[in-house]
T-cell receptor, first 113, second 114 residues
Framework: QKEVEQDPGPLSVPEGAIVSLNCTYS??????FMWYRQYSRKGPELLMY????GNKEDGRFTAQVDKSSKYISLFIRDSQPSDSATYLC?????????????FGQGTTLQVKP | DGGITQSPKYLFRKEGQNVTLSCEQN?????MYWYRQDPGQGLRLIYY???????QKGDIAEGYSVSREKKESFPLTVTSAQKNPTAFYLC?????????????FGPGTRLTVL
């Protein structure tokens, strides 16, 4: 079993829809949770960063962490065709100098005009 | 502009050749990382370095080598011992932010074995 599981999709939605992207994990020591967006043939860019449980909102994006269920989500409101990309969740267990992140497989999202 | 640069963007390798991928950052980050990305497998850590002249193996280091002679540079050599090197290679760097190391990525190098 992988430490982080993420449905690879693809997920196809109409423009304006609310999108929900999810990851589950098995390591209860994970405390830091991130979402990256990766456009085709580009490097990932950091979208959201969350510590421990709770919600964090940034514009149309909301990151949610439920440590009791070992489940994290990224919600995209009013989705746009420009949101079409692969979304990677990532997490780490400690804030030490190792900085090692564990990534999910990534979910490919397509937003249709 | 601060950022991470990787070169070349595309690289072709013949069987039995070693090739070196360049990664440079001007963000003044201490830590640097190399990942490999294959379709459907996410990112896998090859090597990482927390400080100049020091580096550690990641999860899939076999067939790869690195050096960290300067803070700004972390080149990756894909050796002939790597049996399946065709992949997208990503370099990242980090500085602790808010208690965790937030990693920033370069644009990647796509390596293809001919």
């Amino acid at each position: 079993q992988k430490e982080v599981e993420q449905d690879p999709g693809p997920l196809s939605v109409p423009e304006g829809a609310i999108v929900s992207l999810n990851c589950t994990y098995s390591n209860s020591a994970f405390q830091y949770f991130m979402w990256y967006r990766q456009y085709s043939r580009k490097g990932p860019e950091l979208l959201m960063y969350t510590y421990s449980s709770g919600n964090k909102e940034d514009g149309r994006f909301t990151a949610q962490v439920d440590k009791s269920s070992k489940y994290i989500s990224l919600f995209i409101r009013d989705s746009q065709p420009s949101d079409s990309a692969t979304y990677l969740c990532a997490m780490s267990a400690r804030s030490s100098n190792t900085g090692k992140l564990i990534f999910g497989q990534g979910t490919t999202l397509q937003v249709k005009p | 502009d601060g950022g991470i640069t990787q070169s070349p963007k595309y690289l072709f390798r013949k069987e039995g050749q070693n090739v070196t991928l360049s990664c440079e950052q001007n963000l003044n980050h201490d830590a640097m990382y190399w990942y490999r990305q294959d379709p459907g497998q996410g990112l896998r850590l090859i090597y990482y370095s927390q400080i100049v002249n020091d580096f550690q193996k990641g999860d899939i280091a076999e067939g790869y080598s690195v050096s960290r002679e300067k803070k700004e540079s972390f080149p990756l050599t894909v050796t002939s011992a790597q049996k399946n090197p065709t992949a997208f290679y990503l370099c990242a760097s980090s500085i602790p932010a808010g208690g965790a190391d937030t990693q920033y990525f370069g644009p990647g190098t796509r390596l293809t074995v001919l």
